[in-house]
Protein backbone atom coordinates (compact mmCIF):
# COMPACT_ATOMS: atom_id res chain seq x y z
CA UNK A 1 0.00 0.00 0.00
CA UNK A 2 1.19 3.38 -1.07
CA UNK A 3 2.03 6.47 1.49
CA UNK A 4 -0.93 8.85 1.72
CA UNK A 5 -0.56 12.45 1.08
CA UNK A 6 -3.06 14.27 3.23
CA UNK A 7 -2.91 13.66 7.03
CA UNK A 8 -5.01 14.94 9.82
CA UNK A 9 -1.88 16.94 12.11
CA UNK A 10 -1.46 19.16 15.12
CA UNK A 11 0.67 22.23 15.28
CA UNK A 12 3.44 21.93 18.05
CA UNK A 13 5.46 24.70 17.08
CA UNK A 14 5.18 28.30 16.07
CA UNK A 15 8.36 30.32 15.43
CA UNK A 16 8.29 34.13 14.28
CA UNK A 17 9.27 35.01 10.55
CA UNK A 18 11.36 38.35 10.70
CA UNK A 19 9.92 41.13 9.07
CA UNK A 20 7.16 38.75 8.55
CA UNK A 21 3.82 40.33 10.15
CA UNK A 22 1.26 38.16 8.66
CA UNK A 23 2.74 34.86 9.03
CA UNK A 24 4.60 32.36 10.83
CA UNK A 25 6.64 29.64 10.70
CA UNK A 26 4.55 26.04 11.99
CA UNK A 27 5.80 22.52 12.97
CA UNK A 28 3.21 20.30 12.83
CA UNK A 29 3.12 16.17 13.58
CA UNK A 30 1.18 13.67 11.95
CA UNK A 31 1.53 10.58 13.35
CA UNK A 32 2.62 7.97 10.47
CA UNK A 33 3.00 10.75 7.93
CA UNK A 34 5.71 12.70 9.85
CA UNK A 35 6.66 15.63 11.26
CA UNK A 36 7.05 18.81 9.16
CA UNK A 37 7.40 22.70 9.03
CA UNK A 38 5.23 25.01 6.95
CA UNK A 39 3.95 28.73 6.66
CA UNK A 40 0.46 29.51 8.09
CA UNK A 41 -1.43 32.96 8.49
CA UNK A 42 -1.05 34.42 12.32
CA UNK A 43 -4.60 34.70 12.94
CA UNK A 44 -5.76 31.21 11.90
CA UNK A 45 -3.19 29.21 14.11
CA UNK A 46 -2.55 28.15 17.50
CA UNK A 47 -0.09 25.80 19.19
CA UNK A 48 -1.88 22.44 19.89
CA UNK A 49 -4.37 23.06 16.75
CA UNK A 50 -5.44 20.32 14.08
CA UNK A 51 -4.65 20.92 10.66
CA UNK A 52 -4.79 19.36 7.63
CA UNK A 53 -1.19 18.55 6.23
CA UNK A 54 -1.11 18.28 2.49
CA UNK A 55 2.41 16.36 1.89
CA UNK A 56 4.60 17.53 -1.04
CA UNK A 57 3.93 16.11 -4.37
CA UNK A 58 0.00 16.21 -3.52
CA UNK A 59 -2.33 17.19 -6.55
CA UNK A 60 -5.37 18.88 -5.09
CA UNK A 61 -8.54 19.15 -6.61
CA UNK A 62 -9.08 22.99 -8.80
CA UNK A 63 -10.96 24.44 -5.97
CA UNK A 64 -11.56 28.28 -5.12
CA UNK A 65 -10.14 27.63 -1.54
CA UNK A 66 -6.90 26.69 -3.25
CA UNK A 67 -6.96 28.56 -6.02
CA UNK A 68 -3.55 30.35 -4.84
CA UNK A 69 -2.24 26.50 -6.48
CA UNK A 70 -3.03 27.31 -9.73
CA UNK A 71 0.13 28.64 -10.55
CA UNK A 72 1.83 25.17 -9.41
CA UNK A 73 -0.59 23.30 -11.51
CA UNK A 74 -2.09 22.44 -8.65
CA UNK A 75 0.48 20.78 -6.65
CA UNK A 76 2.20 20.50 -3.03
CA UNK A 77 5.81 21.16 -3.44
CA UNK A 78 8.68 22.67 -1.05
CA UNK A 79 9.98 25.82 -1.40
CA UNK A 80 10.90 28.97 0.78
CA UNK A 81 9.05 31.85 2.07
CA UNK A 82 10.93 35.34 3.53
CA UNK A 83 13.81 32.50 4.20
CA UNK A 84 10.77 29.96 6.13
CA UNK A 85 10.88 26.58 4.72
CA UNK A 86 7.37 25.72 3.40
CA UNK A 87 7.93 21.73 3.35
CA UNK A 88 4.20 21.09 3.60
CA UNK A 89 0.78 22.65 3.44
CA UNK A 90 -0.67 23.59 6.23
CA UNK A 91 -4.83 24.26 6.03
CA UNK A 92 -7.64 24.30 8.52
CA UNK A 93 -10.00 21.68 9.46
CA UNK A 94 -13.19 22.16 7.10
CA UNK A 95 -16.13 22.35 8.66
CA UNK A 96 -17.69 19.93 6.15
CA UNK A 97 -15.31 16.86 7.38
CA UNK A 98 -16.74 13.50 7.13
CA UNK A 99 -14.04 11.99 9.14
CA UNK A 100 -13.01 11.74 12.46
CA UNK A 101 -10.19 14.57 13.51
CA UNK A 102 -7.25 12.10 15.07
CA UNK A 103 -4.05 13.35 14.62
CA UNK A 104 -2.23 10.81 12.03
CA UNK A 105 -5.39 9.69 10.09
CA UNK A 106 -4.73 9.34 6.28
CA UNK A 107 -7.35 11.14 4.63
CA UNK A 108 -5.97 11.38 1.10
CA UNK A 109 -8.95 9.92 -0.78
CA UNK A 110 -11.39 12.04 1.42
CA UNK A 111 -9.85 15.60 0.34
CA UNK A 112 -9.76 13.86 -3.89
CA UNK A 113 -5.81 13.87 -3.39
CA UNK A 114 -3.51 12.17 -6.11
CA UNK A 115 0.24 11.92 -6.33
CA UNK A 116 2.17 13.76 -8.65
CA UNK A 117 4.42 11.97 -10.95
CA UNK A 118 7.22 13.60 -13.17
CA UNK A 119 6.11 13.26 -16.62
CA UNK A 120 8.13 10.93 -18.87
CA UNK A 121 9.56 12.83 -22.24
CA UNK A 122 8.42 11.29 -25.18
CA UNK A 123 12.05 10.04 -26.54
CA UNK A 124 12.37 8.08 -23.06
CA UNK A 125 8.92 6.68 -22.98
CA UNK A 126 9.14 3.79 -25.18
CA UNK A 127 7.17 0.46 -25.71
CA UNK A 128 6.39 -1.68 -22.68
CA UNK A 129 7.95 -5.47 -22.62
CA UNK A 130 6.33 -6.17 -19.46
CA UNK A 131 6.01 -4.85 -15.88
CA UNK A 132 8.74 -3.75 -13.68
CA UNK A 133 10.58 -6.73 -12.86
CA UNK A 134 9.54 -8.25 -9.50
CA UNK A 135 13.26 -9.50 -8.40
CA UNK A 136 14.60 -5.65 -8.26
CA UNK A 137 13.49 -3.02 -5.68
CA UNK A 138 12.37 0.18 -7.52
CA UNK A 139 13.80 3.32 -6.88
CA UNK A 140 12.03 5.74 -4.73
CA UNK A 141 14.04 7.79 -1.88
CA UNK A 142 12.01 8.74 1.13
CA UNK A 143 11.80 12.15 2.65
CA UNK A 144 14.05 12.56 5.97
CA UNK A 145 11.00 14.50 7.49
CA UNK A 146 8.16 11.79 7.00
CA UNK A 147 10.75 8.92 7.96
CA UNK A 148 12.28 10.27 11.61
CA UNK A 149 13.69 7.12 12.10
CA UNK A 150 16.11 6.45 9.41
CA UNK A 151 18.13 9.85 10.65
CA UNK A 152 18.17 8.65 14.47
CA UNK A 153 19.26 5.09 12.98
CA UNK A 154 22.16 6.39 10.67
CA UNK A 155 23.21 9.05 13.45
CA UNK A 156 26.70 8.06 14.75
CA UNK A 157 27.23 5.70 11.85
CA UNK A 158 29.55 5.61 8.72
CA UNK A 159 27.69 7.53 6.08
CA UNK A 160 28.09 9.18 2.65
CA UNK A 161 25.90 11.99 0.87
CA UNK A 162 25.54 12.41 -3.41
CA UNK A 163 24.13 15.07 -5.18
CA UNK A 164 20.32 14.36 -6.38
CA UNK A 165 20.44 14.23 -10.28
CA UNK A 166 16.86 15.36 -11.07
CA UNK A 167 16.14 13.33 -14.18
CA UNK A 168 14.54 10.22 -15.36
CA UNK A 169 15.24 7.11 -12.93
CA UNK A 170 16.91 4.06 -14.77
CA UNK A 171 17.42 0.09 -14.02
CA UNK A 172 19.41 -1.63 -16.28
CA UNK A 173 19.98 -5.66 -15.03
CA UNK A 174 21.71 -9.07 -15.94
CA UNK A 175 19.69 -12.21 -14.69
CA UNK A 176 19.62 -15.65 -15.70
CA UNK A 177 21.31 -14.72 -18.98
CA UNK A 178 18.76 -11.75 -19.53
CA UNK A 179 19.81 -8.29 -20.26
CA UNK A 180 16.96 -5.61 -19.87
CA UNK A 181 16.39 -1.91 -19.45
CA UNK A 182 13.40 -0.28 -17.15
CA UNK A 183 11.80 3.03 -16.67
CA UNK A 184 10.78 3.63 -13.02
CA UNK A 185 7.35 0.98 -13.78
CA UNK A 186 8.23 -1.21 -16.50
CA UNK A 187 10.57 -2.84 -18.72
CA UNK A 188 11.00 -1.48 -22.18
CA UNK A 189 11.45 -3.31 -25.47
CA UNK A 190 15.33 -2.47 -27.33
CA UNK A 191 14.72 0.42 -28.92
CA UNK A 192 18.09 2.16 -30.07
CA UNK A 193 16.09 5.69 -30.24
CA UNK A 194 15.03 5.18 -27.07
CA UNK A 195 17.06 7.86 -24.47
CA UNK A 196 17.51 4.78 -21.37
CA UNK A 197 19.14 2.32 -24.09
CA UNK A 198 21.14 5.26 -25.28
CA UNK A 199 22.43 5.90 -21.83
CA UNK A 200 22.93 1.99 -21.88
CA UNK A 201 24.97 2.08 -25.33
CA UNK A 202 27.05 4.69 -24.75
CA UNK A 203 28.78 2.67 -21.41
CA UNK A 204 28.34 -0.42 -22.81
CA UNK A 205 26.46 -1.48 -19.95
CA UNK A 206 24.94 -4.47 -21.90
CA UNK A 207 28.50 -5.98 -22.62
CA UNK A 208 30.13 -5.31 -19.04
CA UNK A 209 27.17 -5.52 -16.33
CA UNK A 210 28.41 -8.52 -14.61
CA UNK A 211 25.81 -11.14 -14.14
CA UNK A 212 23.13 -11.00 -11.06
CA UNK A 213 23.56 -7.71 -10.58
CA UNK A 214 21.12 -5.01 -11.35
CA UNK A 215 23.11 -0.83 -12.15
CA UNK A 216 20.30 2.06 -11.39
CA UNK A 217 20.81 5.41 -12.46
CA UNK A 218 19.14 8.52 -13.58
CA UNK A 219 18.93 9.63 -17.04
CA UNK A 220 19.52 13.38 -17.53
CA UNK A 221 19.99 15.91 -20.09
CA UNK A 222 18.03 18.08 -23.09
CA UNK A 223 14.09 18.32 -22.14
CA UNK A 224 13.98 15.63 -19.36
CA UNK A 225 12.89 17.80 -16.41
CA UNK A 226 14.14 21.28 -17.43
CA UNK A 227 17.67 19.97 -17.62
CA UNK A 228 19.23 21.74 -14.28
CA UNK A 229 22.56 20.55 -14.66
CA UNK A 230 22.78 22.22 -18.43
CA UNK A 231 23.39 18.62 -20.10
CA UNK A 232 24.38 18.87 -23.83
CA UNK A 233 23.40 15.55 -24.08
CA UNK A 234 21.65 12.99 -22.79
CA UNK A 235 23.42 10.88 -20.09
CA UNK A 236 23.40 8.97 -17.08
CA UNK A 237 24.19 8.90 -13.54
CA UNK A 238 24.52 6.09 -11.58
CA UNK A 239 23.03 5.88 -7.64
CA UNK A 240 22.90 2.76 -6.22
CA UNK A 241 23.28 -1.99 -7.61
CA UNK A 242 21.87 -4.57 -6.45
CA UNK A 243 22.55 -8.01 -6.48
CA UNK A 244 19.83 -10.19 -7.67
CA UNK A 245 20.71 -13.36 -6.27
CA UNK A 246 21.85 -12.64 -2.67
CA UNK A 247 19.04 -10.12 -2.16
CA UNK A 248 20.90 -7.10 -0.83
CA UNK A 249 21.97 -3.62 -2.31
CA UNK A 250 25.76 -3.36 -3.09
CA UNK A 251 27.78 -1.63 -0.32
CA UNK A 252 29.67 2.19 -0.96
CA UNK A 253 32.57 0.96 -1.65
CA UNK A 254 31.24 -2.66 -3.86
CA UNK A 255 29.21 0.29 -5.78
CA UNK A 256 31.57 2.66 -6.36
CA UNK A 257 34.31 -0.21 -7.12
CA UNK A 258 31.64 -1.84 -9.62
CA UNK A 259 30.92 1.70 -11.41
CA UNK A 260 34.62 2.25 -11.85
CA UNK A 261 35.29 -1.02 -13.56
CA UNK A 262 32.35 -0.75 -15.86
CA UNK A 263 33.22 2.87 -16.73
CA UNK A 264 29.51 4.13 -15.27
CA UNK A 265 29.48 7.65 -14.46
CA UNK A 266 28.18 7.78 -10.25
CA UNK A 267 26.01 11.04 -9.41
CA UNK A 268 28.40 13.24 -8.07
CA UNK A 269 29.93 12.34 -4.29
CA UNK A 270 29.64 14.83 -2.21
CA UNK A 271 30.71 13.81 1.57
CA UNK A 272 31.96 10.63 2.69
CA UNK A 273 32.42 10.59 6.37
CA UNK A 274 32.33 7.65 10.15
CA UNK A 275 29.73 9.81 12.13
CA UNK A 276 26.51 10.94 10.99
CA UNK A 277 24.92 13.98 12.75
CA UNK A 278 21.46 14.43 13.04
CA UNK A 279 21.89 18.08 13.93
CA UNK A 280 22.77 18.69 10.32
CA UNK A 281 19.70 16.64 8.29
CA UNK A 282 18.33 20.04 7.77
CA UNK A 283 20.61 22.34 5.88
CA UNK A 284 22.33 19.29 3.94
CA UNK A 285 19.94 19.79 0.83
CA UNK A 286 21.33 23.07 -0.21
CA UNK A 287 23.81 23.62 -2.70
CA UNK A 288 24.58 24.09 -6.61
CA UNK A 289 24.85 21.80 -9.81
CA UNK A 290 28.51 22.01 -11.57
CA UNK A 291 26.86 24.49 -13.81
CA UNK A 292 25.57 27.17 -10.48
CA UNK A 293 21.83 26.07 -10.49
CA UNK A 294 20.34 25.28 -7.53
CA UNK A 295 20.79 21.52 -7.14
CA UNK A 296 17.20 19.23 -6.50
CA UNK A 297 18.52 18.11 -3.04
CA UNK A 298 20.73 14.77 -1.69
CA UNK A 299 20.51 11.62 -0.86
CA UNK A 300 22.11 10.58 2.40
CA UNK A 301 23.12 6.69 2.90
CA UNK A 302 24.93 4.23 5.09
CA UNK A 303 28.01 2.72 4.05
CA UNK A 304 26.61 -0.47 4.89
CA UNK A 305 23.85 -2.21 4.91
CA UNK A 306 22.70 -1.57 7.98
CA UNK A 307 18.57 -2.94 7.40
CA UNK A 308 19.67 -5.96 6.40
CA UNK A 309 20.10 -6.11 2.81
CA UNK A 310 19.57 -2.39 2.57
CA UNK A 311 21.15 0.55 3.42
CA UNK A 312 19.85 3.09 5.88
CA UNK A 313 18.63 6.04 2.90
CA UNK A 314 16.99 8.91 2.84
CA UNK A 315 16.46 12.20 0.77
CA UNK A 316 17.25 16.25 1.72
CA UNK A 317 15.39 18.28 -0.85
CA UNK A 318 16.49 21.53 -1.11
CA UNK A 319 13.89 24.45 -0.34
CA UNK A 320 15.48 26.99 -3.11
CA UNK A 321 15.58 24.67 -5.82
CA UNK A 322 12.87 25.71 -8.21
CA UNK A 323 12.06 24.22 -11.79
Request: aromatic content about 10%; overall charge neutral; hydrophobic content about 35%.
Amino acid sequence: MSEGLVYVGKVVQLDQIPDAHFIASATVVCGKGGKWRGIVRKDECSVGQECLVYLPDSVVPECDQMRFLEKYKWRVRMCKFRGAPSEVLIMPIPEYKIWEVVVGTDVTAACGVTRYFKPIPVHLQGLAKGQFPSFIPKTDELNYQRHGDLVEALHGKPYYITEKADGSSTTAYRYKGEFGICSRNLELVRDENNGYWQVAKKYSVEDNLPEGIALQWETCGPKIQGNPMGLKQGDGFAFSAYNIPEHRYLTMDEFLSLCHTIKFPTVRLIEVAPEFDKETVEKLGEGTYCNGKEREGVVVRSQGNQMGCSPVSFKVINLNYEK
